[in-house]
Structures are given as structure tokens and as C-alpha cells.
């Protein structure tokens, strides 16, 4: 199917777990973005990527990583889950340009017991 | 710091009746404003984009404005419908950078 898509949609995990989010785009958007949102905070920006092998840090990246070995693809990890990760995790793609809306993805419940 | 601030911070409506919800940011230089609306459960999705020249744009019963000197946004819903309840999030691009500032967003509830 055409669009951003995410999975897992619902993930709960233990503390001290390794977990990867994957999202997947199919417009060959150069650019691509991981947010966490909690109650309170709105959307906070985690990574983003500017094109493949092109990534960089948002506000909040400790103890996340990502890579992007293909434009399509941009996987999260928590290499070791906290409790403080529980979270809606969204990620997001856009086209490199003065308008560059971004298309969300249907988020990522994450659970970490 | 770059900052978008959103108030209310949440709304309750009676159906049919009109509400507006304002964004102010301190984003420099100002490229662009986004209205995102997100249905709980679901990501955000662009209703309208603001740029430096527009003061007002509209989308359906949805009409954004935007005020570059006060650097001032709203939001104006008309005749509101159920399917209006939502979070309202305010997004500004900086110019020169692909990365946008969000705000917090306002949660809109709309009683029958």
C-alpha cells in the first residue's frame, strides 16, 4: 500500500529489552523523522534523517538510535528499554522543499514494563 | 530558542457553534506555518499552510490567519461538527531549516 506505514502498532516490552520500531515510506521522501509524544509535551523530535546513510539527533535522542540503510526504510532502537520510553512513538516523512509538509505514520503504542 | 506557544491548552464546544485557537512563536527567520488536526489514535494531518505573504487562507470551515509582525496565528473553526474534536497542533518552519518547531497542541472537544 501506498503511504508511511509503522510497525509494530502496539509493542509492550520489559525493562532492559532491546526494541526497533520500524517505519516504512513509499514516496521516496528524502526526509524522515522519529517523535515520541507524552501527555503534556506535545511532539518532541528524536532523530531525523536527511537522506539514506544521513542521520542526525533531535531534542531527545538518549538511548535511541537509528539508521537508514535505504531511503524507504528508517528503523528506531531502544537499545535498552526504560520505563521513561513508554510513549507514542510517530514517524514522519517529507519532500526536501519550501512546503515540505510531513506525512505522520499511524504511531507506535510502546509499553515498557 | 525557537518556540510555538498554543492556547487554550484545551476547548470544550457545543456542536454547531464557532472557536478559535491561537498560536504565537518566536521562530526566526519565519518560513512557514502549519495547522495540523489529530484524531485521537491517529497521526497529525495538514489542514492549511501559512506563508510570510498570506494573512488568511481557508479550508472548508476551517480559516487560518497569521500575523508576521505580531508573529500570531489562529485557528478559526466554524459551525463545529463532532468530527472536529481533535488535537490542534501549530507548526513553524524556520527559514533554511527542513526541521519544525511544534507546539503543544490544543485539544478541541465538540459536545453534541
Known amino acids: 500500500d501506498a503511504g508511511i506505514t509503522q510497525s509494530p502498532r502496539y509493542k509492550i516490552t520489559e525493562t532492559g529489552r532491546q526494541v526497533t520500531l520500524m517505519c516504512h515510506q513509499t514516496w521516496s521522501h528524502s526526509y524522515m523523522f522519529w517523535y515520541r509524544q507524552d501527555l503534556g509535551h506535545g511532539l518532541r523530535l528524536i532523530y531525523y534523517?536527511?537522506?539514506?546513510?544521513?542521520?542526525d539527533k533531535g531534542e531527545v535522542s538518549d538511548g535511541y538510535v537509528v539508521s537508514r540503510s535505504k531511503t524507504e526504510n528508517f528503523p528506531l532502537t531502544l537499545e535498552s528499554a526504560t520505563r521513561s520510553q513508554t510513549s507514542v512513538y510517530f514517524c514522519a516523512s517529507s519532500e526536501q522543499g519550501y512546503y515540505n509538509e510531513q506525512f505522520f505514520g499511524p504511531g507506535t503504542r510502546l509499553t515498557v514494563l | 530558542k525557537n518556540q510555538v506557544e498554543q492556547s487554550p491548552q484545551s476547548l470544550i464546544i457545543l456542536e454547531g457553534k464557532n472557536c478559535t485557537l491561537q498560536?504565537?512563536?518566536?521562530?526566526?527567520?519565519?518560513?512557514?506555518l502549519r495547522w495540523y488536526k489529530q484524531d485521537t489514535g491517529r497521526g497529525p494531518v495538514s489542514l492549511t499552510i501559512m506563508t510570510f505573504s498570506e494573512n488568511t487562507k481557508s479550508n472548508g470551515r476551517y480559516t487560518a490567519t497569521l500575523d508576521a509582525d505580531t508573529k500570531q496565528s489562529s485557528l478559526h473553526i466554524t459551525a463545529s461538527q463532532l468530527s472536529d474534536s481533535a488535537s490542534y497542533i501549530c507548526?513553524?518552519?524556520?527559514?533554511?531549516?527542513?526541521?519544525?518547531?511544534f507546539g503543544r497542541g490544543t485539544s478541541l472537544i465538540v459536545h453534541p
Open positions: 534523517s536527511a537522506a539514506a546513510d544521513i542521520t
Open positions: 498560536c504565537n512563536y518566536t521562530v526566526s527567520p519565519f518560513s512557514n
Open positions: 507548526v513553524v518552519r524556520a527559514g533554511g531549516s527542513y526541521i519544525p518547531t
